[in-house]
């Protein structure tokens, strides 16, 4: 990791003057549609620090969006990339090999669930390994329907855009979509109507019967799944609804497709949260926390699915990347050396502790509607007090009362009503208890 101090430091207004300089030339020369949750120019970031270009430092509860989970600068990843940048940094795996891809998807093979033959391919981006996952399960299936989650997330491509739930602000007026997508009902145990406790029944009961009625079992190639879900809002689904979605899907021939790119290497706890109910995917796509920052996703799944597709027909100029896939084999080896497993459940237990702390005592804490997540994947949903109507409007301004002292939080839900925590693994016990004093303080402002 690099040297940078693990303490929080506000110098400037946050973002300073430098930020809001360099915020002036990014607006005057990049596309208005990428957006940024805090205009904040970031000069270095380790740990659980990000440190702004004014000498700010901020406590880090985003990791890049579930990214460096090993921290931004993690020595192991730094190590090996840089020694494969020096000795290549390209050659594409479809034109010569190198040893780098192979053991990645050894590594797959034996941290995914499941001990069965499994290959793997890999690809830059989350959406891409989803693609490609689609493709894979058609090939093998001979099947063309695609059978995706309310509230669930898969990217930004025009399949993914199709298979994602939510349409502002990934869809709105990207359409037309692609055919032979179909969304069923999450088990939301916190809005599920008849509460939680029946919803893993009731939504996997309503979720088959969509299934078997609207579309026909037998032309369903793949079933995808979040099995915590991410963008839309932390969702664990209701025990059962997981395992009976898995059973159905093996009783009809149908993929059953884990997409793990939020929720997996070692970030609720386990190296995947599908393990949380013993479920084994037939086929897992990978991304985000896999390599330590650099851009890398796989497909890992059942050798005889895998190899469906015929030679040629998987790839991709830049597909694991020989600098990703070293920092790929850093970031594994990080998290074995330090148990992030481990490191990810003491995040939980002192986050819920904290959170449950804040709604039983602070005078607005019935904005705190639920509390929830694994490891260090946690939310809190925020609601008008006494009600379950969503407040977009409190979480926002929480977020902002938190960027102002130094605080990186994210937040997500259908609802624009989530305030989500994603700290490093690595980030030290005094800046996640600093940054939930934060939070605290945070909602004495509204
Ligand atoms: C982020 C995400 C994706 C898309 O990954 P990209 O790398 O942004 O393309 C897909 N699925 C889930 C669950 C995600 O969280």
Not at 128 to 140: D, F, G, L, S, W
Not at 217 to 239: D, S, T
Not at 320 to 329: I, M, Y
Not at 378 to 403: F, M, N, R, S
């Amino acid at each position: 990791m690099s040297d940078i101090p693990q303490e929080r430091r506000v110098l400037t207004a946050i973002p300073g003057p430098k930020s809001v300089e360099l915020q002036a030339r990014r607006t005057a020369a990049v596309a208005a549609g990428v957006g940024s949750t805090l205009p904040v120019f970031t000069a270095r970031a380790g740990g659980g620090i990000i440190e702004d270009v004014d000498g700010n430092r901020l406590i880090d509860f985003g990791s890049g969006i579930a990214v460096t989970s090993v921290g931004a600068s993690a020595e192991a990843v730094v190590r090996r990339a840089s020694a494969q940048l020096a000795d290549f940094t390209h050659t594409c795996f479809m034109v010569t090999p190198y040893e780098g891809y192979v053991e990645v998807c050894e590594r797959l093979a034996e941290l995914t669930p499941g001990d069965h033959a499994k290959k793997s391919a890999l690809f830059n981006s989350g959406a891409e390994a989803v693609e490609n996952a689609v493709k894979i399960a058609r090939a093998y299936t001979k099947r063309t329907a695609v059978v995706v989650f309310d509230h669930g997330y898969h990217g930004r491509t025009n399949l993914t855009m199709a298979l994602t739930a939510k349409n502002m602000p990934y869809k709105q007026g990207f359409g037309p979509f692609a055919p032979e997508v179909y969304r069923v009902p999450m088990a939301y145990g916190y809005r599920w109507p008849t509460g939680p406790e029946n919803a893993g029944a009731e939504a996997s009961a309503q979720a088959i019967d969509e299934i078997t009625k609207q579309i026909g079992a037998e032309n369903v190639a793949a079933i995808i799944i979040e099995p915590v879900l991410g963008e839309g809002g932390f969702i664990e689904p209701a025990k059962g609804f997981l395992p009976a979605i898995a059973r159905f899907a093996k009783d009809n021939g149908i993929v059953f497709v884990a997409d793990e790119i939020q929720s997996g290497f070692c970030r609720t706890g386990q190296w995947f949260a599908c393990e949380d109910e013993g479920l084994v995917p037939d086929l897992i796509t990978t991304a985000k926390g896999i390599a330590g920052g650099l851009p890398l996703s796989a497909v890992t799944g059942r050798a005889e699915i895998m190899d469906a597709a015929h030679s040629g027909g998987l790839g991709g100029t830049y597909g694991g990347n020989p600098v990703a896939c070293a920092g790929a084999l850093g970031a594994i080896e990080t998290m074995r050396e330090l148990d992030l497993n481990a490191r990810a459940r003491r995040i939980e237990e002192v986050m819920k502790g904290r959170l449950e702390e804040m709604r039983a005592k602070l005078p607005n804490g019935g904005l705190i509607g639920d509390v929830r997540g694994r490891g260090a994947m946690i939310a809190i949903e925020l609601v008008k007090p006494g009600t379950k109507d969503p407040d977009a409007a409190a979480t926002a301004a929480l977020a902002k009362a938190c960027h102002a002292e130094g605080l990186l939080v994210l937040t997500c839900g259908t609802y624009g009503n989530v305030l989500r925590f994603l700290p490093p693994l690595v980030i030290g016990e005094d800046l996640l208890n600093e940054g939930l004093d934060i939070l605290e303080r945070a909602f004495a402002t509204l």
